[in-house]
């Protein structure tokens, strides 16, 4: 492939994605970065990128429900392969406003998915990044496999079923050349910090209180980020057309235990707050509504098909995402006050 659009590029994960494959002897071409830039998608995130990488990456600033601007970046730039990432991806901003988690991940994705159909023959691959979240939620046992069947329960996920369900209906009667990836939560570098791992970082540094939703028990089976960009580009080179694959870290925790974890590793690296240990700051608040109670990926598909397994454990990944925080603050206080912001309207218009 030589002309390669990934959607969402300045968000959390696609931003790790970006860099990982620029970095990658086995990628050569070019990467479109197509991305609305809403509040979670910041360009500067991807600053490194665009002053070691000038000719093999360009960002295009446009909307995916805007379908003229994505036919003018699909005929200006070549391309002939896709890496969706692009949506709107936090379960509690759902709750309060699902308007724009249609109109982006679905009504998107199916703008996305026409432009993919015109381009016949020359299209290569269409990846579609998607989440658990689509199965609901488990009880105390058992895993989700590429086979379980479909039961969202936030206005995030349902939409997020409803693009897989779009991507995999875009193969079976266009023949398209799709693989899909429902992968459990990441943690890393440049995530959003109104995400549990990132927020919980930020307040435990500064002393403030550590809100867990209900009793804390809900259970997430952590993946770290890079280990979510090498299983990517795995199935984008060698996954088999029409097929989906569960990407999984095999690190089932609770909240509260995530929660205590981050404390007790900011204990040691910074020493204790004068008011005594971080994890004194944890603060049982009101549950989400819906909340799904347990996530658990199988992930043997990719294991013995493709030979990915993640690198990281929850250890070692969550030592190198504290440590990535306390060093890049400059990033943290930029999003926050809303720096960025202004930054992108000078640089891009409003
Ligand atoms: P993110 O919220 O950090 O980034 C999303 C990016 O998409 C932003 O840059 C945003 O500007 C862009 N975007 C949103 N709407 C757009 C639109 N209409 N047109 C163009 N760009 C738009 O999200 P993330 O955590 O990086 O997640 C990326 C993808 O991975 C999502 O599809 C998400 O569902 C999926 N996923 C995330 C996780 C996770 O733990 N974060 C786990 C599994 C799957
Ligand atoms: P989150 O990072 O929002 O990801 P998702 O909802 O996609 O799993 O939340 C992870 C878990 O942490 C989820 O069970 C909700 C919980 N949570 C809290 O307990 N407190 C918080 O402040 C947040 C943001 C999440």
Redesign the pocket.
């Known amino acids: 492939m030589n002309n390669l659009l990934v959607t969402g590029g300045c968000g959390f994960i696609g931003s790790n994605f970006i860099r990982y494959l620029l970095n990658q002897s086995d990628f050569s071409g070019r990467i479109v970065n197509l991305d609305k830039l809403t509040y979670a998608g910041n360009p500067q995130s991807l600053g490194d990128v665009e002053h070691n990488f000038p000719d093999h990456y360009q960002l295009e600033a446009v909307d995916l429900c805007d379908q003229r601007g994505i036919a003018k970046v699909f005929k200006q730039n070549d391309i002939d392969a896709i890496c969706h990432f692009a949506a709107e991806s936090?379960?509690?901003r759902s709750i309060n406003s699902p308007g724009e988690f249609i109109q982006s991940n679905i009504v998107g994705t199916y703008n996305l998915l026409e432009q993919a159909r015109a381009l016949g023959d020359k299209l290569k691959r269409f990846h579609h990044v998607s989440t658990d979240?689509v199965f609901g939620s488990l009880g105390e046992t058992g895993f989700f496999t590429e086979t379980t069947s479909y039961s969202p329960n936030s206005p995030y996920s349902a939409s997020k079923a409803s693009s897989d369900h779009l991507v995999r209906a875009y193969h079976e009667t266009y023949g398209l050349p799709v693989t899909i990836s429902n992968c459990s939560?990441n943690y890393g570098p440049f995530h959003f910090p109104?995400?549990?791992i990132p927020?919980v970082i930020l307040k435990a540094i500064n002393g403030e209180t550590l809100?867990?939703?209900g009793d804390g028990k809900?259970v997430?089976d952590w993946l770290y980020v890079e280990d979510h960009c090498s299983a990517i580009w795995q199935i984008i080179a060698n996954g088999e057309d029409g097929e989906t694959y569960n990407v999984g870290g095999r690190n089932e925790k609770t909240?509260l235990s995530v929660v205590e974890t981050i404390c007790s590793k900011l204990d040691e690296k910074l020493g204790q707050l004068p008011s005594g240990p971080r994890k004194d700051l944890i603060e049982f608040v009101k549950d989400?509504p819906g909340?799904d109670r347990r996530y658990a990926i199988d992930c043997s598909k990719i294991e013995k098909d493709l030979g990915w397994t993640p690198a990281e454990s929850f250890e070692t990944g969550l030592d190198q995402t504290i440590d990535w925080y306390l060093e890049n603050m400059a990033w943290v206080d930029s999003i926050k006050s809303g720096e960025y912001q202004t930054w992108i309207t000078k640089q891009y218009g409003s």
């Open positions: 936090h379960v509690d979240e939560n109104e995400k549990l927020l809100p867990v939703y809900h997430r909240n989400r909340h």
